[in-house]
């Protein structure tokens, strides 16, 4: 089948549920530090600022804040501190060693899409690969160890500069595709779940107008329980704000969505 569009997609709250892994290990490491553990809405609420996509830096950031709220004399960690102890949390061993040998709070991850997913975007003639903030050793066990993928494209994290920089993400682009970017391209989409994700696309459409781009948001799995129904409307309505052209109820709505809207751009 001829190639209709290129699709790219965040890793964390849209592969899979982070709120027990990376978001836990990121309240827990802010605990550590200065005794207040921030809430899951303490935390969203950060994202939706728009340029916390990294969460060692979201942590010293929550740190920094708890201080200078309640005037305390409490000593800020170093970033490193902060990526030791985060890291500790999370991968619970070595990242660079074998997943057997982890402990940590990335044994919780739910995986919110399967293999069957990628094979029918395929299928449908489009193109796809990750762009994630996430660590390589944790992209790569959560596409290839727990997905199956073989070599999915990626761009993780130190690869290129963090989001909402569009580098990564046009960079990927450029390789999937094999030409520049422009007008004669078919259209790119990128799956997020937070502004910084929105705002990637919104930058990639500043730096290269001619490009037919899509911005894709969904909330992250935390938001989608019926007892949040209202924070989801909101969270949703802050990705719309920001310039999401479309909005997933669920992840595996996009094959049924992302054709129609292809073909009629």
Not at 123 to 135: C, K, L, P
Not at 158 to 179: C, H, M, Q, R
Not at 191 to 203: F, K, P, R
Request: charged share 30%.
């Amino acid at each position: 089948m001829k190639n209709i569009g290129l699709i790219l997609f965040d890793i964390d709250g849209v592969i899979r549920s982070v709120e027990n892994s990376y978001r836990l290990s990121l309240k827990k490491t802010v605990c550590k530090f200065s005794g207040w553990e921030p809430s899951y809405m303490d935390i969203d609420n950060a994202k939706n600022e728009g340029i916390w996509n990294n969460d060692w830096d979201l942590s010293l950031e929550f740190i920094k804040r708890f201080k200078k709220k309640g005037n305390l004399n409490l000593d800020i960690p170093t970033r490193e501190e902060i990526v030791k102890c985060f890291e500790e949390f999370y991968f619970g061993g070595d990242p660079n060693k074998d997943s057997k040998y982890w402990s940590g709070f990335i044994k919780n991850e739910e995986l919110l899409v399967d293999k069957k997913f990628f094979d029918l975007l395929k299928s449908n003639g489009i193109i796809w690969g990750f762009v994630s903030g996430a660590e390589y050793a944790s992209a790569k066990f959560v596409l290839e160890k727990r997905l199956g993928l073989k070599s999915p494209p990626l761009i993780s994290m130190g690869d290129a500069p963090d989001k909402p920089d569009p580098k990564g993400f046009i960079n990927l682009s450029e390789k999937l595709l094999g030409v520049k970017l422009g007008a004669s391209n078919i259209p790119i989409g990128y799956v997020g779940d937070t502004i910084a994700d929105i705002n990637t696309v919104m930058n990639a459409k500043k730096e290269i107008p001619s490009q037919k781009f899509v911005s894709i948001g969904i909330a992250p799995p935390h938001l989608h329980l019926k007892s949040r129904l209202n924070e989801r409307n909101s969270y949703e309505k802050s990705l719309k704000d920001a310039g999401a052209d479309l909005i997933l109820n669920s992840i595996n709505d996009l094959n049924l969505l992302i054709l129609p809207y292809f073909k009629k751009i």
